[in-house]
């Protein structure tokens, strides 16, 4: 629904008499639209520094040394060759070499393009954060090649987060088979591959430094994660502790063997080892990637808190526990992530417990705390409904200075397992599920601040198929809940779609949908037939800012579900930015 300025707004009284600030958020646009299509903003510090994640960025630098200027159907397309081979791109050939460079995406002979990069941004200014993306010192730049997504930052600045192992280029020479006469020539052929060395890990980012995360347990790189960051800090996540077997073992020993091996064929002569005819680099980096997309698989996942000097060195790391301890003989692959952890430093995250259906026993998972060596479990038993059909019993999101937890559990409402935010009070053991947009809505409650403020975002409407969301705060000291609408200025241009997180200043940052000009893979606007802009939904960071002594405005509302667009789907507006929040747990077991 579309809200505008009451017409009885303008009486003549209120014109003579002193009129008071309207709304009581302002909007701040920062500046990240530049950077990309679309942005999504993770956590703000008492700075109003907020930690923004970019998708699709603009302005990829393209390896040349990694173009097949040769190539018959790459050449038949580009529309100026020369150019192009010199690095001068006009914008249909930019296009067409990024389009190629995408379709062979995760190929050993191809560049390979982030995804998703990270910024801290201020008001006036933003700040890359590389993650482990290397930088050229030939081109002077950062070649935007590992997708890196940041969680969180404290107030001394430290960002937290997780990315992709740099990519390397090997030259390899192919091995070819000893000449069979005297007078067989042979030529040697040459390629480069583009390998990596670990697939995902946690890292710590303070100014121009960063700091590695590493898993307790780093065969083939290991895989970690970090997500939340307090005071002191202490930064939780999650890693490998230990490996299942000794598969991904002994297929690097393999790589890196170089006795050749018997094909069993006596009409052919031996020359290759057991890797193939590949440099060993390149083996090395399949074993990783065999991890990368199924950790579970092969390794066991634990919550890990790091502990940082104020310098950044990393000087320990706990390992956490898990909710439910398996007997030995149990072949499950339980785990635990920490997500958030406050100055007391009590974290909460997510672990799994068994439950058996029938003859089926799976895992499901639930919120919880981890206090002094104890695990805890924050939300009741689930009802039978919600325990038979759904894996997911609750999640915890943050924890504040206070021990107030913020999460959702799944509850049924009307036949349905709907998501529904809680508080729950460490110091009483009392949970909260506060009323939110409708009974049927689903709600997310992503942050919590230590004046007691939940953010997050819910369903606005009780349509079937793309439910539009809206940013939510929630007092829970008040018992106060408001849809972020009601507390921005009626006329403004942006549906917040989400609350993403919020200080103790309590300014939010938040997810924004607007209209606004197209661009192209530069960023350059795209115009149409008649030189007009191009106007397209787009997804932005904003931050919302208290006005002192403002109030709610009141504003006409207009029923306009038909609409073609207000608010946002939670189809894609959601399902992007939970792909950033969340961008590796699909492959393990969150």
């Known amino acids: 629904m579309t809200k505008t300025r009451l017409a009885a707004a303008l009486s003549l009284a209120l014109m003579v008499a002193p009129i008071s600030q309207a709304a009581k958020y302002r909007i701040v646009e920062l500046p990240v639209a530049d950077e990309g299509r679309n942005n999504f903003p993770s956590a703000i510090n008492e700075d109003g520094d907020i930690t923004v994640n970019v998708k699709s960025p603009y302005n990829v630098p393209i390896d040349l040394d990694l173009i ?42 191809t560049q390979q393009i982030a995804n998703t990069i990270s910024f801290l941004a201020a008001e006036n200014e933003t700040s890359y954060i590389s993650g482990f993306d290397p930088w050229s010192e030939q081109d002077n730049k950062f070649y935007n090649s590992t997708t890196t997504v940041v969680k969180d930052i404290n107030d001394s600045g430290f ?113 290759l080892p057991l890797r193939g005819n590949v440099p060993v680099e390149s083996c090395i980096s399949k074993v990783v990637s065999l991890l990368t997309n199924s950790v579970s698989t092969y390794a066991q996942l634990r919550g890990l808190i790091w502990q940082l000097d104020d310098q950044g060195n990393l000087l320990d790391t706990t390992v956490l526990g898990l909710l439910h301890e398996p007997e030995e003989d149990d072949t499950l692959k339980y785990s635990s992530q920490a997500v958030a952890i406050n100055d007391n430093g009590i974290a909460v995250g997510n672990s799994n417990i068994p439950h058996t259906l029938g003859t089926q026993t799976f895992l499901q998972n639930y919120a919880v705390i981890f206090h002094n060596g104890a695990v805890i479990n924050i939300t009741p038993e689930p009802d039978s409904d919600v325990q038979r059909t759904s894996r997911i019993i609750s999640s915890a999101k943050d924890i504040n200075n206070n021990n107030l937890v913020t999460g959702t559990q799944v509850k049924r409402v009307n036949g349905v397992n709907r998501s529904k935010f809680f508080v729950y009070d460490m110091n009483l053991s009392e949970l909260t599920l506060p009323t939110d947009f409708f009974l049927g809505s689903e709600s997310v409650a992503l942050d919590i601040n230590n004046n007691g403020l939940v953010v997050g975002y819910g369903e606005i409407d009780a349509s079937l198929t793309g439910r539009r969301t809206e940013g ?45 000009p197209s661009r192209d893979s530069r960023g350059e606007v795209v115009l149409d037939s008649t030189g007009s802009e191009v106007i397209v939904d787009l997804v932005t960071t904003v931050k919302l800012v208290p006005i002192v002594g403002g109030e709610i405005e009141s504003c006409e509302v207009i029923d306009d579900i038909n609409r073609e667009r207000q608010g946002g789907s939670l189809t894609w507006i959601i399902g992007l930015s939970l792909l950033l929040l969340g961008w590796r747990r699909s492959k393990n077991t969150f």
């Open 68 to 109: 097949d200027f040769e190539s018959e159907n790459l050449m038949s397309v580009l529309t100026d060759i020369e150019s192009a081979r010199n690095g001068n791109f006009n914008s249909t050939d930019y296009e067409i070499l990024l389009a190629f460079i995408g379709s062979v995406a995760g190929s050993q002979f």
């Open 159 to 271: 960002a937290v987060g997780s990315g992709e192992g740099s990519y390397n280029k090997v030259d390899y020479t192919f091995k070819l088979p000893p000449p069979t006469t005297e007078d067989e020539v042979t030529v040697e052929v040459e390629a480069t591959f583009v390998v990596k060395e670990f697939g995902t890990k946690g890292f710590v980012s303070h100014g121009n430094t960063i700091i590695d995360l590493p898993a307790p347990s780093l065969i083939a790189g290991g895989f970690s994660e970090a997500n939340g960051i307090n005071e002191s800090n202490q930064v939780v996540g999650s890693g490998t502790t230990l490996f299942l077997s000794d598969t991904l073992q002994t297929a690097i020993t393999n790589c890196a063997s170089e006795d050749i091996v018997d094909d069993e064929n006596e009409a052919t002569v031996d020359y």
């Open 472 to 516: 939510f705060l929630y007092d829970h000291t008040a018992k106060q809940f408001n849809g972020l609408s009601e507390l921005i200025s009626c006329d403004s241009p942006y549906k917040i779609v989400q609350a993403n997180a919020i200080n103790d200043k309590d300014e939010i940052a938040a997810t924004a949908l607007y209209r606004g």
